[in-house]
């Protein structure tokens, strides 16, 4: 049976967002990070990153859906958008095996 038809923008946003070495390694360290969001300059010291490039990366990550800001006093912290983040490996994952696929790594 065929699969629904997907938004490609969306997918494709997200897929590019995380095609910069930069942002995949914010998103990985927000991933691991507390439920509550990992404090941008705990991102910016733990990577190194100036303030603007890392500023320049979340903004990125966050219109493409993958992480979400909340301001907390003065400090803004950046949590995973889980939600999003399964539906694109949903995405991807799809139609794996439909074409009679043998990889043991199918789901």
Do not use: N
């Amino acid at each position: 049976m065929p699969s629904a038809p997907v938004d490609l923008q969306p997918m494709a946003r997200r897929l590019k967002a995380l095609g910069h070495p930069s942002r995949l390694a914010i998103l990985r360290l927000v991933v691991q990070g507390p439920a509550s969001g990992t404090p941008a300059g705990e991102i910016q010291a733990r990577l190194g990153l100036p303030g603007s490039t890392l500023s320049h990366h979340l903004s990125d990550l966050a219109q493409a859906g993958l992480v979400q800001a909340a301001r907390e006093g003065t400090t803004i912290r950046y949590a995973a958008r889980f939600d999003q983040l399964k539906a694109l490996t949903d995405y991807l994952w799809q139609d794996c095996c439909g074409a009679g696929c043998r990889d043991p790594h199918c789901p």
